[in-house]
């Protein structure tokens, strides 16, 4: 059976280093030793170098350490976290990895609704065969919870998180878990967004979470939409109107174009681009958009059926996020009271 | 991190050009359907769900969550939230920091504050979460009737024993 050490040795190097900009000498250093499992948190002032033993000895259940440095201001205290640590016999370690499909590395990681995600985790320390082990040896929590976009994707419009799924974990070792789609809750992917939150949970008195071991979290974007505009309802021009596409939540790593190519529509036909009408998404968040072209009538001047096509690569691939099939005749006569189509 | 950049190709010069497979981009009633599978990753992975859902309790980057201050005439001091077990006449507890008088490490409270404060020291079974002894309890007893704010200690240091607190409650 492991044993828990009576007390250990304590060391800080905290000043300047974490207060750079700050007048060292405006602020003391608190350490506290909180019991994990339901018993006292002692405190007391330290120097901001040093070493000392904890307060107590380190119980069965564990210590949490705080390292606090405080100072008076006008009007009030100011208080800064500067360091946290866990001490205990049985307090497991563990690691948790979101890995998607977009090599975006700037930030939280993130993908799409529809494309799900790996979830990564390993755990150590646990002593699943010992039978003299306490429970909070034998098992961590994992705890799922998701916050969904109120309006907008910036971080403000983030709701509270609300719990998707718990679970334990009863065995040392790296395994993975797989989330096709997305949890993200709602009925509409091309609105539906949010963060998917992973925590690894110590319980160090084998039933309250409150020991965190990692975290991993995942931005999930809804799916990208686009719409043709300037046709009126017509499928036959002497000469191609000016057009429009109004693109929605496009993709943060993605580039958006139109082609086209002669014929009815057949998904996977390579077309010619529409050269000025490519947009480059590299952001945080989706965006919008709107792709204008009043000279496509000098680029397909030939009468037949085509079709045009939205694609957008992304790190999931090329997509065609819509498509309409139009008939050019140069030759177009129209009589009669079809004010629209009166062109001789 | 970037800001927003919508790039038109033509002003970088680049026009996409389509190397791999163009696929249908995914419908709504498609998503929808393959969203009902939620937690099956975890029931595929033979992971437990525990038996009742785990309370979590996160920690905090707020020092007032776990702290107090006790104010007197001199100035004040922060101590552990629930290490003072009676207020006296003297001194006041409050969860912010006056505007105004100085802080002050716990010696120098103690000190300038002694005659309005009663120390009551315990154990390190009690801290630990042992049973609060008869003895402890009257000492706190004590200390209210007596006008005088009453804190624990341990190694003349304050500190709580969440113990104390629920069983005065009681």
Redesign the interface.
């Known amino acids: 059976m492991k044993t828990a050490p009576s007390a250990i040795f304590l060391s800080a190097l905290i000043l300047p280093a974490a207060l750079a900009d700050d007048d060292a000498d405006d602020w ?1 250093v ?1 350490l ?1 030793q ?2 994990l ?9 330290v120097d901001h170098e040093g070493s000392r033993m904890s ?3 380190i ?1 069965e259940g564990g210590s ?1 350490f705080e390292l ?1 440095a ?3 201001i006008p ?3 100011e ?1 800064r ?1 500067l360091d ?1 640590e866990n001490v205990g016999a049985y307090l497991p370690t563990g690691t948790l990895e979101v890995i998607t499909m977009d090599p975006y590395d ?2 939280t990681p993130r993908t799409r ?2 494309q799900g995600f790996q979830v990564i985790y390993s755990v150590d320390g646990l002593l699943p065969s010992d039978p003299d082990a306490p429970l909070a040896a034998r098992q961590v ?3 799922h919870n998701i916050a969904t976009y109120t309006a907008g994707y910036e971080d403000d419009n983030l709701g509270p998180e609300a ?8 065995k040392n070792g790296r ?7 997305s ?1 993200i809750p709602g ?4 609105t539906d967004a949010g963060v998917e939150v992973f ?1 690894l ?1 110590a ?1 160090p008195d084998g ?4 020991l ?1 071991l990692a975290e991993a979290k995942v931005n999930v974007w809804p ?2 939409e686009a719409s043709f505009g300037g046709l009126d309802g017509k499928d036959t021009f002497r000469t191609v109107p000016e057009i429009t596409v109004n693109l929605k939540n496009l993709y943060p790593n993605s ?1 958006t ?1 139109v ?1 086209y190519y002669p014929g009815s529509e057949k ?4 077309g010619t ?1 529409l ?2 009408s ?7 968040v989706p ?1 919008d ?1 709107v792709l204008k072209f009043d000279r496509i009538g000098e680029t397909i001047t030939e009468s037949g059926v085509y079709t045009l096509e939205v ?3 992304t790190p999931f ?5 819509e498509y309409t099939t139009i008939t050019v005749q140069k030759d177009l006569v129209v009589r009669g009271s079809v004010n629209s189509l009166t062109e001789e | ?10 002003v ?1 010069g ?3 050009t ?1 190397a ?7 419908s ?1 009633e ?3 359907a ?2 009902q599978t ?2 099956t ?2 029931h ?2 033979g ?4 038996a009742k ?7 905090s ?4 969550d ?2 107090r ?1 006790l104010v007197g005439p001199n100035g004040y001091t ?6 003072v077990v009676a207020t006296g006449r003297l001194l006041t507890l409050a969860k ?4 105004s008088g ?2 002050m ?2 010696e120098e409270f103690i000190r300038v504050h002694r005659a309005g404060l009663r120390m009551i020291t ?1 154990s ?1 079974e ?4 042992g049973e609060v002894t008869k003895g402890l309890k009257n000492a706190v007893s004590a200390a209210e009737r007596s006008g005088l704010t009453a804190i624990t200690v ?2 003349n ?7 104390l607190i629920s069983s005065s409650k009681s």
């Open positions: 003391s608190l506290k909180r019991h499992v339901a018993a006292g948190t002692y405190q007391d002032y307060f107590a000895p119980p949490e606090w405080i100072r008076q009007g009030g205290l208080s976290l946290t700037e930030g609704i529809d929590l994992l705890d719990s998707f799924h718990q679970t334990l974990i009863m395994d993975e878990l797989v989330f096709i789609p949890n009925s509409d992917p091309y925590r949970y319980l039933e309250i979470a409150q965190q799916l990208s580039t174009w082609q998904l996977g036909t390579k681009t050269s000025d490519a947009i480059v998404v590299k952001d945080r965006r958009s694609l957008t690569e691939g090329i997509e065609r996020l | 991190m970037k800001s927003s950049a919508l790039i038109p190709l033509a970088l680049l026009v996409p389509v791999a497979e163009i696929k249908a981009a995914p709504a498609e998503v929808n393959r969203r939620g937690t990753a975890y595929r992975a992971l437990k769900v525990p859902k785990v309370e979590v309790r996160l920690q980057a707020d020092l007032m776990t702290t201050i922060l101590v552990p939230a629930d290490s912010e920091a006056p505007a100085k802080l490490r716990w315990v390190d009690a801290l630990a979460g341990y190694n240091n304050p500190v709580s024993v969440p113990k």
